[in-house]
Nanobody, 121 residues
Framework: QVQLVESGGGLVQPGGSLRLSCAAS????????MAWYRQAPGKERELVAR???????NYADSVKGRFTISRDNVKNTVYLQMNSLKPEDTAVYYC???????????????WGQGTQVTVSS
């Protein structure tokens, strides 16, 4: 079992910044990828940013240039720095990881419980 603990959500004004953190713990042989997803009311969950074990990153078009995903391999923690926030960024943000628990050739995915980000004046 792998646990994902998220922190950093809250209420910010348009144009403000917020930094989300997600720490993975438990039985982990290797981490294939970590990512942030978000889900706004009435909408489907969407990928916001992703970082692989090799350090490559992917971003949704709507957040490119404003959000930055980073990783601390020692702490098994992923971060999402969010700048120039807009009201449309309001959503529940979920941490995600795909890991290999042991030597077997089987990967597993885990989700955090989500943290609310609200952008409003």
């Amino acid at each position: 079992q792998v646990q994902l603990v998220e922190s950093g959500g809250g209420l910010v004004q348009p144009g403000g910044s917020l930094r989300l953190s997600c720490a993975a713990s438990g039985t982990i042989f290797s981490i294939n990828a970590m990512a942030w997803y978000r889900q706004a009311p009435g909408k489907e969950r969407e990928l916001v940013a992703r970082i692989t074990s090799g350090g490559s990153t992917n971003y949704a078009d709507s957040v490119k240039g404003r959000f930055t995903i980073s990783r601390d391999n020692v702490k098994n923690t992923v971060y999402l720095q969010m700048n120039s926030l807009k009201p449309e960024d309001t959503a529940v943000y979920y941490c995600y990881t795909n890991v290999r628990p042991d030597y077997r050739n089987v990967d597993r995915s885990y989700w955090g419980q989500g943290t609310q980000v609200t952008v409003s004046s």
